[in-house]
DNA sequence: CATCATGATTGTAC
DNA sequence: GTACAATCATGATG
């Protein structure tokens, strides 16, 4: 606002002075009377000037500076420099005027939210990865898993120093130049017509410039991230062998619930927990937001794994499994022959409405009618809960008739099967796959144990 | 190193 | 969402 009444007042006394012009008219009028000598002399102070400007270029150096030097104090610099500013704003500048709002670049948002995620661009260890949180918290230091993700960590670690002292390289780069410029362009301002919105626009123009490097380094940052997470991260390259114990357990149940392999989400989490396996048995998987229930997840996650692969390899080649089912029977029986021995002995001495009186476990799961469970729990095994109630009775002749296929099984072990693929229906399914996760009645568990040897 | 075993993932159907 | 089937990828073994 200042040069600008500046500049009227200017272009008042330059173009106006003397004459008693009205309508602003740029150029005097043509002189007559004792005026003329005075209009001539300032078209011809003009026309130096503007001579001066043309050629100010062809002169060496000293005497252009001289030059210089005088135009700057010319009384009329203030109102040409104002009117070229103005030209220049209005032709040159207006041309990409129409650009200068960016909005948001979503990509560069994309990239700023993974980084943000990924504790990358975030606050200092607030929570580094997710992954890596969740995991060491879900491992609790167990042995091979935590170095993997020490190792992971470290490397995101060492990613994130390398994108901060990069970004701030960048950083302080950016603004040297922008500084730089701005000084040149001030000092450029002197004599040439650069204004100050011009200057701030050049500004711009450079921080956008730079803006577009960090987005460079920003996409690199991911895909390193990326590249981590896929080496560190990626289960399936990472698989590991359940142990022998949980194979065991896992196969226990598969075997004594033949009839139906489906065990309900309780009993996977029951499963899970038995076969202790972990997250240290498998790295977790990236989880997609944080707050997840972890390790159970997991752990269910991996029983499901197991019986889906199970139930499709049996059914796939049942006589490859033949052996091994024998294997897990014989286990089960001798189990439920131990089991049943204390049930009988318990359901002697104790009262009969209290049969689990001097029992260390019963079962309290859904599916509780599973033998399976039964002898684990009257093993010793860790199915907390009572629900046995008043089916007791029925459930110790079963035993009893577990008994007896006992000691058939193990005169028969060498030759027949224990176990039969009977229950697999025509078309490959399980009977009751509909119904996958608790229909087994109590004599239906160890019915499949001994439905070849029955007849 | 070839081969098999096995845990995990993916695509499809219900 | 779950189960299944196919497939991938790794681990174990000889």
Redesign the pocket.
Known sequence: MDDQSRMLQTLAGVNLAGHSVQGGMALPPPPHGHEGADGDGRKQDIGDILHQIMTITDQSLDEAQAKKHALNCHRMKPALFSVLCEIKEKTGLSIRGAQEEDPPDPQLMRLDNMLLAEGVSGPEKGGGSAAAAAAAAASGGSSDNSIEHSDYRAKLTQIRQIYHTELEKYEQACNEFTTHVMNLLREQSRTRPISPKEIERMVGIIHRKFSSIQMQLKQSTCEAVMILRSRFL?????????SKQA?EILNEYFYSHLSNP?PS?EAKEELAKKCSITVS??LV?VPEERGNRGSVIQQT??V???F??K???Y??NIG?FQEEANLYAAKTAVTAAHAVAAAVQNNQTNSPTTPNSGSSGSFNLPNSGDMFMNMQSLNGDSYQGSQVGANVQSQVDTLRHVINQTGGYSDGLGGNSLYSPHNLNAN???QD?TT??SVTSPTEGPGSVHSDTSN
């Open positions: 990626d289960a399936r390259r990472k698989r590991r062998n359940f194979t489906y989400e048995q498998t998987k996650s991996l499901s794994n197991w889906g692969n139930r499709i390899r059914k796939k490859k490959g399914g399980w796959a996958p996760s």
